[in-house]
């Protein structure tokens, strides 16, 4: 998976399968200058990202599949700096979600949110990596 583009939209892979969930969230994300490319099972995500590279994945733990761990395995798995950010979003508390799949090493938002704070959230992701690759 590489992290960057070579456009300068940004490539959002979103993990969703509650339709007017994600119908919000990629309203906002095109709004604010994103490519979104959704998938509404784990089985889906796995395939998406095996065929294509995302700058960032918006994953909903709870998929109807029940991979939406495998697909949080898969994001950290790789250990390179072309890894995309991922935020974690489910209606679980967080506490929940961790007991249920270990420790999720990225972001939690808790449903429901509001969109503009995943946005936020990617963006101060993003920010982050590239302070990190500057200091490097």
Known sequence: ???????????VLLVEDDGAV???LRVCLRRAG?????????????SSMEAD???AVVLDLGLPDGLG????????????DSLPVWVIISALDEDEAIRRHGPLK??????????WDLIRKLEQLW??????????
């Open 1 to 11: 998976m590489n992290g960057a583009t070579s456009s300068t939209q940004r490539k």
């Open 22 to 24: 994600a119908r919000v």
């Open 34 to 46: 994103f490519s979104v490319t959704q998938a509404e099972c784990g089985a889906d995500a796995l």
């Open 53 to 55: 590279t995302f700058d």
């Open 69 to 80: 761990g495998a697909v949080l395995r898969k994001l950290q798995d790789v250990s390179d």
């Open 106 to 115: 990225g972001p939690f938002l808790p449903k429901p949110f509001d969109p």
């Open 127 to 136: 920010a982050e990596r590239r302070s990190d690759s500057a200091l490097s």
